[in-house]
């Protein structure tokens, strides 16, 4: 099994930045792909950044396509979420989710496409 630990949510001003780090720990060698999910209240969970464990290409939301960058920093283990121009808009409870079955059928940034989540990390964004 994987667990996830989120770390690095805040609160800033609008058009601060943040940084966000999401580590993996356990079965490791079944990551084929992570990504950052966010949901504000009232609202669906929504996809913001995805990264593929195997080749790390990457796709990202319109919402944070610019602005939003995901990486692995140290090895598949790690994601960050580099967010600068922060928006208000951008608040909202952040997931770290990974698939460990190469779940296939749903589009790379699609929740169901996940099967482990993180417990998540608060962003705070005023304007």
């Known amino acids: 099994q994987v667990q996830l630990v989120e770390s690095g949510g805040g609160s800033v001003q609008a058009g601060g930045s943040l940084r966000l780090s999401c580590l993996a720990s356990g079965s490791t060698d079944r990551l084929y792909r992570m990504a950052w999910f966010r949901q504000a209240p009232g609202k669906d969970r929504e996809g913001v950044a995805t990264?593929?464990?195997?080749?790390?290409?990457?796709m990202y939301s319109d919402s944070v396509k610019g602005r939003f960058s995901i990486s692995q920093p140290n090895g598949k283990n790690t994601i960050a979420l580099q967010m600068n121009s922060l928006k208000p808009e951008d608040t909202a409870l952040y997931y770290c989710a990974a698939d460990t079955e190469a779940l296939t059928g749903r589009t790379r940034l699609d929740p169901r496409r996940y099967n482990v989540w993180g417990l998540g990390t608060q962003v705070t964004v005023s304007s």
């Open positions: 990264i593929s464990a195997i080749d790390g290409r990457t």
